[in-house]
C-alpha cells in the first residue's frame, strides 16, 4: 500500500512562505502565458509514462472586449522506463522531431530540441516551451514513487538513490539535508497542500486543464503575465505539483517572481523570487542569488541563467522559471499588436 503520510506529520522547517494563490485577476491591456504538462503512467508506474502538455497565449484588451487567444501548443510523449522516448506528436506537428523518437531522455536535450525547431526555438512559442520543459517534469516525477511508495519501498531507497546527483543546485548540495549519512535519499519531501489553478470568478484564467484524477501523477504549471507602463512588468509563477493517494494535490516546487524591464532594452531593472513550496531547507538560498541576473536582457536569460546561477548558485526550478522568462518579448509583441 503507499505510504501516504499525513500532511500535518511531515517536518517543515524550509524558509519558504508557503503556498501562494496562484491566479491573480487578469489586468487590462496584459498578455497572459499559461503552460501545463502533465504526466501519468497509464498501464502501471513500471511502463511508459505518459506526458500531455497544453499551453496558451491570451490577451486582454484595454476594453471591455473578450480576451483574445494569440498562440497556442500542445504535446503528447510517451517515455519508456528506461528513460527513452517512445513517441512524441505535437501541434503545430514538426516531422524533424521525430528523431527524438528511440532515444534516450539524457541525450535528447533541450539544446537538441531547440536545433530541431529552430523557428519555434527563437520565437519563444508554447509549444517551444512545453518541449523546453519536457525533461525536466520526468525528472521531478520521482516525487509521484515517494507519494505512492509502500514503506518497505521506501525504507530500500534504491530508486531514489540513483536518482541523487551532489552539487547540481542549492538543495542538493554535498551534506545538505537531502542526503541520508549513506548518501541515500531523505525521501520525505516538504511538500504543501495547493489550491486549484483555475479561478472561480475566471473562465479564461488558465487554457483547459485535464480532470483530476485519483491516480499517480505529476503536473508542471506554468504562468506568465506582462504587461507595461513606463517599463515592463512580469508577474509569473511556477509549480511542480502531485497527486497523493487520499486526492490532496501536493506542490513539491513552487516559486513566483516578478520583475521590471526596460521598455526599449528589455534590460531587467529589478527582480524578486518568492520560494513559496521546496523540499528540503537548503532549497531556498538560491533567491538570495536571483539579483545575478540583473542587467542581462529578457531575450538571453534562457542562454545566461544557466551560465549565471552555476550548481549550488541555483535551483535547478527557479532556473527554469527564470529561463522562461526568454519569451516575454514574444509575449510583448502579441500583446503590442492584439490588444485594443
Not at 475566471?202 to 517599463?231: G, K, N, Q, T, Y
Not at 512588468?233 to 509549480?239: E, G, I, S, T
Not at 541555483?314 to 514574444?330: E, I, Q, S, W, Y
Request: proline share 8%.
Amino acid at each position: 500500500m503507499p505510504l501516504d503520510l499525513p500532511l500535518g506529520s511531515r517536518p517543515l522547517t524550509a524558509q519558504v512562505s508557503g503556498p501562494s494563490k496562484p491566479t491573480p485577476p487578469r489586468q487590462s491591456d496584459s498578455i497572459r502565458r499559461t503552460s501545463t504538462l502533465d504526466l501519468d503512467w497509464p498501464a502501471g508506474m513500471h511502463n511508459a509514462a505518459r506526458v500531455r502538455g497544453r499551453a496558451r497565449d491570451l490577451v486582454t484588451p484595454k476594453t471591455q472586449d473578450a480576451p483574445r487567444i494569440s498562440a497556442e501548443g500542445s504535446l503528447e510523449a510517451a517515455i519508456g522506463d528506461d528513460c527513452v522516448y517512445e513517441a512524441l506528436s505535437t501541434m503545430p506537428a514538426h516531422s524533424s522531431l521525430q528523431e527524438v523518437v528511440g532515444v534516450p531522455r539524457t541525450v535528447a536535450t533541450r539544446s537538441m530540441i531547440a536545433q530541431l525547431i529552430p523557428d519555434e526555438s527563437s520565437n519563444g512559442t508554447p509549444l517551444f516551451l512545453l518541449l523546453d520543459d519536457l525533461p525536466g517534469i520526468h525528472l521531478a516525477a520521482g516525487e509521484v514513487m515517494l507519494e505512492w511508495s509502500s514503506a518497505k519501498e521506501l525504507r530500500s531507497g534504491v530508486e531514489v538513490r540513483e536518482q541523487m546527483p551532489t552539487d547540481v543546485c542549492a538543495g542538493y548540495q554535498m551534506g545538505s539535508s537531502a542526503f541520508l549519512p549513506d548518501g541515500g535519499s531523505a525521501a520525505t519531501h516538504q511538500v504543501q497542500a495547493v489550491e486549484p489553478l483555475t479561478r472561480p470568478d475566471d473562465d479564461h484564467s488558465w487554457h483547459a486543464l485535464l480532470p483530476e484524477i485519483v491516480v499517480p501523477s505529476m503536473r508542471r504549471s506554468r504562468r506568465i503575465d506582462v504587461w507595461m507602463d513606463d517599463c515592463i512588468h512580469v508577474d509569473a509563477f511556477f509549480q511542480d505539483s502531485c497527486m497523493t493517494p487520499s486526492g490532496i494535490r501536493v506542490g513539491v516546487h513552487e516559486y513566483t517572481i516578478s520583475a521590471t524591464a526596460h521598455l526599449r532594452t528589455n534590460e531587467l531593472l529589478t527582480i524578486n523570487a518568492d520560494p513559496r513550496i521546496l523540499p528540503f531547507d537548503e532549497c531556498p538560498g538560491a533567491a538570495r542569488n536571483v539579483d545575478r541576473v540583473l542587467g542581462l536582457g529578457l531575450e538571453q536569460l534562457r542562454r545566461q541563467v544557466p551560465r549565471t546561477l552555476p550548481g549550488t548558485l541555483g535551483c535547478t526550478h527557479l532556473n527554469d522559471m527564470l529561463r522562461a522568462l526568454a519569451d516575454v518579448p514574444t509575449l510583448l509583441m502579441s500583446l503590442r499588436s492584439r490588444s485594443g
